[in-house]
């Protein structure tokens, strides 16, 4: 079945240690996105590729890059991790293009900082 | 894109129909409504959108008010398994970011 996938599910790291999560997906869509979402709040977008242009939310900490390599997959690195950085880690995919299409979500990545 | 307000919890009857309301009065003429589900550990999932006609699919309806400052959102038998918190988003017709409000917390119980 065509998917959204993301590794690791459940990652640990100590504060301040760089981690890199990983989404890929075999639906062939053009643009993926990272969503963070923390405890008990809603998912909040981090940035978006739409190919290979690359679109930052204007309020994502520099902490947070990213990174999509070709269509199928797409980074998040978190650069300096802080004890406020742990939250689950979304990646999405939807199609582009003038008409509005559906975003499918992956079942994400459990970032915990030490 | 416009505002939502939702309940922020329901419960709903197992096998009764589910109706989850959301007001998005400041809509503008081409933004969508869309609806999708998170199930506790999970990632959302699309349920149905509209635009200013009612829509169906094997999940779910969506009733949107002539003025289409509201809608409803309609799971005609709940299961155990639709319990989840269900968000209600306004977005145009860009291929942009999905903003999430805090969404209605749906519990089904037996």
């Known amino acids: 079945d065509a998917m959204v996938i993301q590794n690791p599910r459940y990652q640990v790291t100590q504060f301040g240690k760089p981690v890199t999560l990983s989404c890929s997906q075999t639906l062939n869509h053009n643009v993926m996105y990272w969503y963070q979402q923390k405890s008990s709040q809603a998912p909040k977008l981090l940035f978006h590729?739409?190919?290979?242009?690359?679109?930052n939310e204007a309020d994502t900490p520099d902490n947070f890059q990213s990174r999509r390599p070709n269509t199928s997959f797409c980074f998040l690195d978190i650069r300096s991790p802080g004890l406020g950085d742990a939250a689950m880690y979304l990646c999405a995919t939807s199609r582009g293009g003038q008409k509005v299409y559906e975003q499918y979500f992956g079942p994400g990545t459990r970032l915990t900082v030490t | 894109d416009a505002k939502t307000t939702q309940p922020p919890s329901m419960d709903c009857a197992e096998g009764r129909a589910a109706n989850l309301p959301c007001n998005h009065s400041?809509?503008?003429?081409?933004?969508?409504v869309y609806w999708y589900r998170q199930i506790h550990s999970q990632g959302p999932q699309y349920i149905i959108h509209?635009?200013?006609n009612n829509e169906t699919n094997e999940m779910a309806s969506l009733i949107i008010t002539e003025d289409r400052k509201s809608s409803t959102l309609i799971l005609p038998h709940a299961t155990l398994r639709d319990t989840a918190v269900y968000y209600c988003?306004?977005?145009?017709?860009?291929?942009?970011?999905?903003?999430f409000g805090q969404g209605t917390i749906l519990t089904v119980h037996p």
């Open positions: 988003i306004v977005r145009g017709t860009s291929y942009g970011k999905l903003t």
């Open positions: 509209g635009l200013k």
């Open positions: 400041t809509i503008s003429g081409n933004e969508y």
């Open positions: 590729y739409y190919d290979k242009d690359f679109n």
